[in-house]
């Protein structure tokens, strides 16, 4: 009854799948054939966890941007990783606002981890659940599985390291403004898209229905973004376009009724771009209808209106019906976040490591160091320092104090002897320690905090997957710069982010891009740039391909207006 | 700063997402200029709703198979239409068990209403609320808001109508068996397909944390299907694909836990197939692993456990970790469903019919009317009827009354006279009243309701609105049979269901099939049928272009693993 000529089809496909997979990771797969061995033992979710391998033992708590590019890059030859997370996806952040309105798919844009566990040949191991305590002492951490606990009582269990990578992100920031939490929509994950979508096609829907006045269309149709930033300004553009391009024919009657508006706290947005594209921006948002509102603070958000004040009209209540919560600032600076120093190492605890938005680099201030930095380059104890003495501790120096550098810059000075210049522009020949001191006093002014973006998070896991791979070479031969407290060198070369520049959707296929060397540019020809670069940037092919096939749709058939 | 040149691609874009639908749509435009005109107006919505326009006003109550088809197929220059759905969207329901898989996404098998409306050029009205009562007294409806009721009280409010057809569906049967609702997923909805994919994921990433005896990994990776018609086959037989295609390499620890049961309460699975293919289908399962419960009743379900009772065994206890209910009777019989005429109408309330799983033909029964037809028959008033007698008639009782047709053929007659014979086996010439009661006295047996399946419904919409379009003519010229009780002819044919065949697709890329005419074939060409029989009756061609993308996709990448 049954053929079996399908199953060669079939298993042709099977082999198309694979392939490319296998060719990839050759090297890896004769590298890590000891650990594929092991992996195939029965029971070993509990051997692993025993941590009775030889391989020191490295955890890594969350899966966003730090942890996954962490995952990509370690050398499981070396390691036995373990990853725990509450999601058992990878997200490419960037494309959320396109989420929000069904431009992109949300599971066009995950990646689940055990695909990478698998493409790594399973060298890794992976368990969803929450780290709820870290107990450095005794190196050990506690997790709790959100995936129901009905079956085994609480569902706790505790996983060993010899390593902790702490990746797990940031809540946004609300400011303690009352009633945000409750009222408004935030965009940090996957599911907020896809409720922010569901929302907005509701109130749509709300607004359509026969027993409502102009008014409560109006309120229903108000959709009030808060934080000028490039996602509140990205999602606005979307929702315009979705609007306009899509919902406006969908909804005829009751397009007219349609308003957005932009609460931004500053004087203008998209702040920390070029002022050229602040300035398209704001124009082009001007000229669609959408409402900017410049200068007002959100002071109270209720279930109805929202309360902002401004010097100018002091407090006004605006209905809403759909509410956005945007802000770019994360928990960045509060106590909740993790500092480190510049190898991120959590500070006072040993061998746990911190990266993505949940950490931030303490920067060691030159002015802690000064007697340090004195003596270290002061070698024949003269107790006076000249240009010519400090030369070769200088690179170790930049190296240590990016700040020393920045500040040269700013300054528009060439190099450190501008620096020992005295008031009247004269160049000191020697100097003693309070001189020393005095000339480089306003230096720390320079010590610049990271934006927390995918960029840096990205780059943080990178790092440190490659500081983990040469540990042992690095032990030997330390390759950072000199140590200024201590004796010999510092292992590894510190972090440092390199800006590899931004963009912001401004909506109607345009796009503002800011490139590293000052490259400013606004255009169709920009939202081309921003499509190949986010296309190059997926995690996998799989999502690489299911990105443009979304964009491939949108484009052929509009968004989809379902709300579901 | 900007470029045009992106502007044309677009326009270009517009264009072809166009053109196709006008050119299909030129005639109806041309037709429905008047309404065209009209939907322009500002405040239409009350307008329309106070029914001061002089066609007549029909509203719809649901948007599921049939209320989907009635709308597709009724001409909207003759009807003031308006829907009234709790969901924005039609759900192409035979390919749910695929979305609990991944095999194909939620939105590629739902369609807006909202496109439906801009297709027919927005010719109708669309409301996403629920109706919570009918009032046919004064031929009125009353609503109420389900998306956020807030802003406006309740939310309620009310619509007149000229003709309300309610397809508003079915909730499934729980057969009052406790714990099914608080325990059980059913598939019914999208988002039931949603929430089951959900928790097959979660039940694996439970299954792999380290915390979990050998007994607690298996019991949350047994699956219970509760049900063995085709949807409960057919989820199964996904699932199995599912583990050992995709999660089988994804979770290579877990997999040799996992179990799928399916419970039946008859002897067999697939009952309303061919034998053949319940024998295959069950040799395939059993091959496969899959568990078979079949006599085995479910009597309660608790959060942990599931309690069933068969014969042999008494009273069984299950613990699981994904519990599935997929029986296929839905509340047809029960007092909840509308009973209608054959032509659809709703027994007892004027100008309401009822198509779809809510409602059921109360088809008429010979023995109620044989007097009528005796009379009918009689033409003479002689008191006795032969064969020659009744034949004028006979065209006109065979399409009233369908049983018959169906009693002869069920026992081997070839005609009327056929009936008419008596015991001894031979034909009596002449029939008096009582003879004749006698005679047709087992003819009823044969009345069939009608499944509760899409195929129904959808028919069921057609043949409705075609009714609608030729409301007028069939008024002047009647075409439906005489009227037995009344006089002259009834308006319409009586609806008459025509069964196109079924699949059960039983996974491994292969599905059985009966066609009409006893095609029964099992196999790898059968599921190829059952991909192009599914993908043509696809409700567009932007649902059939993502279904067919999302097999293609599956074929390449496998099936997503994010719990999302």
Known sequence: MASSGMSLVRRAAEAVRRTPRWQKRLVVLTVGVGTLTYAVQDNRVLQICDGTGNKKKVVILGTGWAGASFLRNIDTSLYDVHVVSPRNYFTFTPLLPSVTCGTVEARSIVEPVRNIVRKRNGAFR????????????NKKIHCRSDVGTNINGNGEFSVDYDYLIVSVGARPNTFNTPGVTENCHFLKEVEDAQKIRKSVLKCFERASLPNLSEEERKKNLHFVVIGGGPTGVEFAAELHDFVNGD???LYPDVKKYVNI?????????????????TKFAEEKFKREGIDLKTNFKVVKVSDKDITMTNSDTGEVSVPYGCNLKLEEFILQGSRRVLATDEWLRVQGCEDVYAIGDCATIAQRKVMEDVAAIFRVADKDNSGTLT???????LGDIYERYPQMKLYLKSNQMKGFHDLLKNSEGKESKELNIEEFKKALAQVDSQVKMLPATAQVASQQGDYLARCFNRMQTCEQNPEGPIRIRGEGRHRFKPFRYRHLGQFAPLGGEQTAAQLPGDWVHVGHSTQWLWYSVYASKQFSWRTRMLVVSDWGKRFIFGRDSSSL
């Not at 609460?263 to 070029?274: C, K, Q, S, V």
């Open 387 to 393: 240009v010519e003495k400090i030369k070769h501790v």
């Open 126 to 137: 992976f368990w969803e659940a929450e780290c709820f305590k870290i107990d450095p002492t």
């Open 247 to 249: 919902l406006a024919k």
């Open 261 to 277: 508006s932009v609460i931004e706290a500053g004087g203008h947005i998209l702040t920390m771009f070029d002022k050229r594209i």
